[in-house]
């Protein structure tokens, strides 16, 4: 067998990471979110007013992107999709954002990016119920992704909860910082706080299990994008116009944080990351999206201790390290999976008149593919069994 070239090592190495990359994109993007938002919205900026900008400035970036590279891709719009678009739009840019920003106005960007760690239970316990993610708990792959799941909520706990003595880090070390955002908050507040960002992340648990439904039957991420972005503003307006009846000056924009904010959140974190997450979806599915969603507190505690030498807990590093290990054991358990879809829809591609009888086994979590070929009136068949432990 040939040995491969460095530069195909290399291009073998990127195809496969390339999801990985991917989601860690979008983590960094949406914690750099948190930070700007917060500013902007304690600079008085209206949250109904945001999410509508917001869209408004991803709709006008995607557009032109999808009509001209989703020309030849894009499906014919029924009913039933355009009804599934409309719930896309209502679930993630109007009910999610706007009762995240109402938590996240009542609390810290700390608390907040801390809360929707809940995202990857929610969003595994809805594609099992919606059969999207296959569990089998006698196997050890599906038990991977159960305790990696409930390992990240609760690193994701232990990060927020548990403060312990501080680090000094060598790069804040006699380094202080009047400015230091605080995770204290009012005990009401913080409760109001915690209850619409869980009622938000269930929100858009249901939009990422309902894009990746949507994708098998409009499979044009651009398209679909687009499409969320316009009908996000348009049913986003008609909250902003209830809730701010009456208030016009809500509707300015000022040269200040409040234009960079709902730029930079429209571009990267509602266009961008609508995009880069269905294709993600169409191949990993959407626990493997979420299963990441833990990251960006992780990201938001090294930014938060370099730029603005926030102090650091021991509660904050155990808790990143429990994250860690539980995101490897979903990510593994995820790889299985990919590894048994590969194979099927390999063996299907050369042999299409082939039968597959897929058998689990209780004790070894094997899968035993049976190969039913005719070939000149004789059936020749052949056993592949491969080992997913």
């Given at each position: 067998?040939?040995?491969?070239?460095?530069?195909?090592?290399?291009?073998?190495?990127?195809?496969?990471?390339?999801?990985?990359?991917?989601?860690?994109?979008?983590?960094?993007?949406?914690?750099?979110?948190?930070?700007?938002?917060?500013?902007?919205?304690?600079?008085?900026?209206?949250?109904?007013?945001?999410?509508?900008?917001?869209?408004?400035?991803?709709?006008?970036?995607?557009?032109?992107?999808?009509?001209?590279?989703?020309?030849?891709?894009?499906?014919?719009?029924?009913?039933?999709?355009?009804?599934?678009?409309?719930?896309?739009?209502?679930?993630?840019?109007?009910?999610?954002?706007?009762?995240?920003?109402?938590?996240?106005?009542?609390?810290?960007?700390?608390?907040?990016?801390?809360?929707?760690?809940?995202?990857?239970?929610?969003?595994?316990?809805?594609?099992?119920?919606?059969?999207?993610?296959?569990?089998?708990?006698?196997?050890?792959?599906?038990?991977?992704?159960?305790?990696?799941?409930?390992?990240?909520?609760?690193?994701?706990?232990?990060?927020?909860?548990?403060?312990?003595?501080?680090?000094?880090?060598?790069?804040?070390?006699?380094?202080?910082?009047?400015?230091?955002?605080?995770?204290?908050?009012?005990?009401?507040?913080?409760?109001?706080?915690?209850?619409?960002?869980?009622?938000?992340?269930?929100?858009?648990?249901?939009?990422?299990?309902?894009?990746?439904?949507?994708?098998?039957?409009?499979?044009?991420?651009?398209?679909?994008?687009?499409?969320?972005?316009?009908?996000?503003?348009?049913?986003?307006?008609?909250?902003?116009?209830?809730?701010?009846?009456?208030?016009?000056?809500?509707?300015?924009?000022?040269?200040?944080?409040?234009?960079?904010?709902?730029?930079?959140?429209?571009?990267?974190?509602?266009?961008?990351?609508?995009?880069?997450?269905?294709?993600?979806?169409?191949?990993?599915?959407?626990?493997?999206?979420?299963?990441?969603?833990?990251?960006?507190?992780?990201?938001?505690?090294?930014?938060?201790?370099?730029?603005?030498?926030?102090?650091?807990?021991?509660?904050?590093?155990?808790?990143?390290?429990?994250i860690v290990a539980g995101l490897y054991l979903v990510v593994w358990g995820k790889?299985?999976?990919?590894?048994?879809?590969?194979?099927?829809?390999?063996?299907?591609?050369?042999?299409?008149?082939?039968?597959?009888?897929?058998?689990?086994?209780?004790?070894?979590?094997?899968?035993?593919?049976?190969?039913?070929?005719?070939?000149?009136?004789?059936?020749?068949?052949?056993?592949?069994?491969?080992?997913?432990?």
């Amino acid at each position: 067998m040939n040995k491969l070239t460095f530069s195909e090592r290399m291009s073998e190495f990127f195809k496969k990471g390339k999801p990985f990359f991917a989601v860690i994109f979008l983590q960094f993007g949406l914690a750099g979110m948190d930070i700007i938002s917060k500013v902007a919205l304690n600079e008085g900026m209206s949250n109904y007013v945001f999410v509508v900008y917001r869209h408004a400035a991803a709709f006008i970036v995607m557009a032109p992107f999808a009509i001209v590279l989703d020309k030849k891709i894009r499906p014919k719009m029924t009913i039933s999709t355009f009804v599934k678009l409309m719930a896309l739009a209502l679930l993630e840019p109007v009910i999610d954002q706007n009762l995240y920003i109402l938590g996240l106005k009542a609390t810290t960007a700390t608390f907040a990016v801390s809360m929707c760690n809940v995202l990857p239970a929610i969003t595994f316990v809805i594609a099992c119920i919606l059969r999207l993610e296959v569990v089998n708990l006698k196997c050890i792959r599906s038990q991977a992704k159960v305790i990696g799941t409930l390992t990240t909520v609760a690193g994701a706990m232990l990060m927020t909860l548990v403060k312990g003595p501080m680090i000094e880090l060598f790069w804040t070390k006699g380094k202080t910082n009047s400015n230091v955002v605080h995770n204290g908050v009012d005990l009401h507040h913080s409760l109001k706080g915690a209850f619409m960002i869980t009622v938000g992340c269930f929100s858009w648990s249901c939009f990422m299990v309902l894009q990746a439904i949507t994708l098998k039957s409009y499979p044009a991420e651009l398209s679909l994008t687009a499409w969320i972005c316009l009908l996000g503003t348009v049913e986003g307006a008609i909250v902003a116009l209830v809730m701010e009846r009456g208030n016009t000056a809500v509707w300015a924009i000022k040269w200040d944080t409040t234009l960079l904010a709902t730029l930079y959140s429209g571009i990267i974190c509602s266009g961008l990351a609508y995009y880069i997450q269905g294709i993600i979806m169409k191949e990993r599915g959407p626990v493997f999206v979420t299963a990441f969603n833990p990251l960006s507190m992780i990201i938001v505690a090294i930014i938060g201790s370099i730029i603005l030498a926030e102090q650091t807990y021991l509660g904050r590093v155990l808790g990143a390290l429990v994250i860690v290990a539980g995101l490897y054991l979903v990510v593994w358990g995820k790889s299985k999976d990919h590894k048994l879809s590969s194979v099927i829809i390999g063996e299907e591609q050369i042999v299409p008149e082939k039968k597959i009888i897929d058998k689990v086994s209780e004790e070894n979590c094997c899968h035993e593919v049976i190969t039913i070929k005719a070939t000149n009136g004789v059936l020749d068949k052949h056993n592949q069994t491969a080992d997913l432990s």
